[in-house]
């Protein structure tokens, strides 16, 4: 079954920098694949997703951009804020599995001031 | 407003006494899933539901039960808790159609000592 890996646990980055967070996926024929945002003591939100039809995609600050030759896909937030400071979690599902997320382990985004 | 509810929000509880969590989503969303989510391990998925009467497991179902009697509500039974069942259990719903955005409920702390 599909497995989903996540990298970094925890990243620290200066305000104002960019961060970079990485997700590999093992199954192929995984299609679809969203970025969820939990800050402290909240429920889980999606941000952005990109499925694999397409390259790229950025929303403001945030973007997403999948290989799908190296089976990865990364988030990547730009001029970083305190309010960025969260966990973040990938996943990856296909369209034949009911479109069932699996879940990476998560990344504690801080933003230091 | 568009929300999926939760109940209770917190809970203490012991060993063998079973205990029943409610959700309910409000956009007539045809699939709803339970997760429940421990420190280093993410999301993991307990058991979900297309549609009213139709549910299956997900990675983690032992020791849970669940039902889908009306489109509205997906409860999450413990007939006989566990200590290992002390977690963070998040309900999610979504339209199910094409690959789609979860919407979470607000998380019910449960402890078994």
């Known amino acids: 079954g599909e497995n989903v890996e996540q990298h970094p646990s925890t990243l620290s980055v200066q305000e104002g920098d960019s961060a970079v967070i990485k997700c590999t996926y093992s199954?192929?024929?995984?299609?679809?694949f969203p970025w969820y945002k939990q800050e402290l003591g909240k429920r889980p939100q999606l941000i952005i997703d990109i499925r694999s039809n397409v390259g790229e995609k950025k929303d403001q600050r945030i973007a997403v951009t999948l290989n799908k030759t190296a089976k990865h896909f990364s988030l990547h937030i730009t001029e970083t804020q305190p309010e960025d400071s969260a966990v973040y979690f990938c996943?990856?599902?296909?369209?034949?599995?009911?479109?069932?997320?699996?879940w990476g382990a998560g990344t504690k985004l801080i933003i230091k001031p | 407003e568009a929300q999926v509810t939760q109940n209770p929000r917190y809970l203490i509880t012991v060993t063998g006494k079973k205990l029943t969590v409610t959700c309910s989503q409000n956009?007539?969303?045809?699939?709803m899933s339970w997760y429940r989510q421990d420190p280093g391990l993410g999301l993991r998925q307990i058991y979900y539901s297309m549609n009213v009467e139709v549910t299956d497991k997900g990675d983690v179902p032992e020791g849970y039960k669940v039902s889908r009697k009306e489109k509205r509500n997906f409860p999450l039974i413990l007939e006989s808790p566990s200590p290992n069942q002390t977690s963070l259990y998040f309900c999610?719903?979504?339209?199910?159609?094409?690959?789609?955005?979860?919407?979470f409920g607000p998380g019910t702390r449960l402890t078994v000592t």
């Open positions: 956009m007539n969303h045809e699939y």
């Open positions: 199954d192929s024929a995984s299609n679809y």
């Open positions: 999610a719903s979504s339209t199910g159609q094409d690959a789609y955005e979860q919407y």
């Open positions: 996943a990856a599902s296909r369209w034949d599995s009911n479109y069932q997320l699996i």
